[in-house]
T-cell receptor, first 114, second 115 residues
Framework: AQSVTQLDSQVPVFEEAPVELRCNYSSSVSVYLFWYVQYPNQGLQLLLKYLSGSTLVESINGFEAEFNKSQTSFHLRKPSVHISDTAEYFCAVGLYNQGGKLIFGQGTELSVKP | GAVVSQHPSRVICKSGTSVKIECRSLDFQATTMFWYRQFPKQSLMLMATSNEGSKATYEQGVEKDKFLINHASLTLSTLTVTSAHPEDSSFYIC???????????FGPGTRLTVL
């Protein structure tokens, strides 16, 4: 069975520090991956995606994630975080034979402190 | 990214009443729409997958007679919580997708409170 594990439920960090939010998945078939961000009382917003090609993908607001097939990981990183990055982050895996259905990780609460 | 709207954003109702939540994809035709439920500080729980013109596929443990889903067009899906009870209080989120390999685009969510 497929699964997604976000290893850290909470990540507190100071402003301008680097951060890494970890995501590992388990699947016997090819996958595509997403990171979503959720601000309080809102829906999820797509942060970045990996479908194929370059394993390093970037978002417009400084986040990047690297798909590592051998380690079955898709960790999210940012070299310098802002207060406004405080939110819940979800890693999601899609399977090509599942009609667009996604499997979500448990979420990581990123808390950026001044 | 694509825009998905949800209406209403918040609803409070009495126990025993039914509540309808609308999900619209505003700028693209969604092959598939998904309905999720989210409890505080938790991940999303997929309730059902909805394809235009066909019956929804419900996840194990989700009562199809309680959570009625209609996907009338490529831009509109509705979730009706029938005979709502306090334990149905939750944050309901819909998403729309173009198909396998495509990201899901999420609505802003609906906060349902059943008194």
């Amino acid at each position: 069975a497929q699964s997604v594990t976000q290893l850290d439920s909470q990540v507190p960090v100071f402003e301008e520090a680097p951060v890494e939010l970890r995501c590992n998945y388990s699947s016997s078939v090819s996958v595509y991956l997403f990171w979503y961000v959720q601000y309080p009382n809102q829906g999820l917003q797509l942060l970045l995606k990996y479908l194929s090609g370059s394993t390093l993908v970037e978002s417009i607001n400084g986040f990047e994630a690297e798909f590592n097939k051998s380690q079955t990981s898709f960790h999210l990183r940012k070299p310098s975080v802002h207060i406004s990055d405080t939110a819940e982050y979800f890693c999601a895996v899609g399977l090509y034979n599942q009609g667009g259905k996604l499997i979500f990780g448990q979420g990581t609460e990123l808390s950026v402190k001044p | 990214g694509a825009v998905v709207s949800q209406h209403p954003s918040r609803v409070i109702c009495k126990s025993g009443t039914s509540v309808k939540i609308e999900c619209r994809s505003l700028d693209f035709q969604a092959t598939t729409m998904f309905w999720y439920r989210q409890f505080p500080k938790q991940s999303l729980m997929l309730m059902a997958t909805s394809n235009e013109g066909s019956k929804a596929t419900y996840e194990q443990g989700v009562e199809k007679d309680k959570f009625l889903i209609n996907h009338a067009s490529l831009t509109l899906s509705t979730l009706t919580v029938t005979s709502a009870h306090p334990e149905d209080s939750s944050f309901y989120i819909c998403s729309a997708a173009g198909g396998s390999g495509e990201p899901q685009f999420f609505g802003p969510g609906t906060r349902l409170t059943v008194l």
